[in-house]
């Protein structure tokens, strides 16, 4: 069965970094744009970043721009979120999940991985 599974999410301090790793399996990777959304408590899904197949192009909302990268090793089926400069605002369960643009469209999600930023 097709299973996305995150880590690396914890706490981190305001100007920390955290590296977000999403394991795929039970699906053609290497075939799949793949995409971070984020919700923050009493908010609704943003898409965060995504990153085509083969990795030639990348998304990156405003909000994140500068501060996170996102890369996929398809020879380990994952997908990973570097996150630097770390703000209290980005605090959320962050998803990876199939699929590229607004979260709605997305087919296959993990079960999320919380990041909380505060001092």
């Known amino acids: 069965q ?3 599974v995150e880590s690396g999410g914890g706490l981190a301090q305001p ?8 394991a795929a399996s039970g699906f053609t990777f290497s075939s799949y744009a ?17 990153i085509y197949s083969d990795g030639s192009v990348t998304y990156y909302a405003d909000s994140v721009k500068g501060r996170f990268t996102i890369s996929r090793d398809n020879a ?6 570097q996150m630097n400069s770390l703000k ?18 997305y087919d296959y999600w993990g079960q999320g991985t919380q990041v909380t930023v505060s001092s």
């Open 34 to 50: 793949m995409s971070w959304a984020r919700q923050a408590p009493g908010k609704g899904l943003e898409w965060v970043s995504g």
């Open 88 to 105: 209290p605002e980005d605090t959320a369960l962050y998803y990876c999940a199939t699929g590229w643009g607004e979260p709605s469209g």
């Open 76 to 81: 380990k089926n994952t997908v990973y979120l």
């Open 15 to 22: 100007g920390g970094s955290l590296r977000l790793s999403c």
């Open 2 to 4: 097709v299973q996305l």
